[in-house]
């Protein structure tokens, strides 16, 4: 069908094997179009609109000794019908980690953070640094109450704010850990 097409409105001479230049230029620009809208559509889906949060996991990386990692967890209990938070420091084993409920205002807190660094840019961050082999990586997934998501990830490579938005996060987490724990802030 696509040959009849072209052969009858003269765009390929089967005779002499050839296609009009024009028109080889012409289809070239349809395909960069079409692939244009594909590449913008696919990015417009992985924009999110921060909203309420119910969820969010963020960990990373600090050094290559144990415990090294970093794990923040905000979520909600089903059993017990409480937004929770879960905090593992550097250096501290897994079994360690505090897991209480979280205090009054702590989702506004993260709300805020996600607004204010324009986090909802992260989503779909994917990026590795292949030639590092010690290197620091890390993990930030959030999930807001419409069921929109973020998620990002990279290994030696981090979206903008990312330094920004981990500080905070420290700061919010570990400000319940240390209550916890009975450290005060400048131990």
């Known amino acids: 069908m696509m040959f009849y097409f072209l052969k009858k409105f003269d765009i390929i001479n089967l005779e002499r094997g050839v296609m009009k230049k024009e028109y080889i230029i012409v289809g070239v620009i349809v395909v960069a179009i079409i692939g244009l809208f594909i590449f913008l559509r696919k990015k417009e889906a992985l924009k999110v609109e921060i909203k309420d949060v119910i969820s969010l996991h963020f960990s990373y990386t600090k050094g290559y000794m144990m415990n090294a990692n970093i794990d923040y967890e905000f979520y909600y209990d089903k059993e017990t019908s409480k937004y929770m938070v879960s905090v593992k420091p550097h250096l501290i084993a897994e079994e360690d980690k ?26 779909g961050f994917k990026k590795y640094a292949k030639d590092v082999l010690d290197g620091d990586n890390f993990y930030f997934h959030v999930r807001m109450e419409d069921e929109q998501e973020i998620e990002a990830d990279g290994y030696m490579m981090w979206p903008d704010n990312y330094r920004l938005v981990r500080d905070e996060f420290d700061k919010l987490f570990m400000e319940i850990y240390n209550k916890e724990k009975g450290i005060k802030e400048n131990e």
């Open 98 to 123: 505090v897991i209480k409920e979280a205090p009054e205002g702590f989702r506004d807190k993260i709300k805020e953070i996600l607004i204010k660094y324009d986090v909802n840019k992260w989503n």
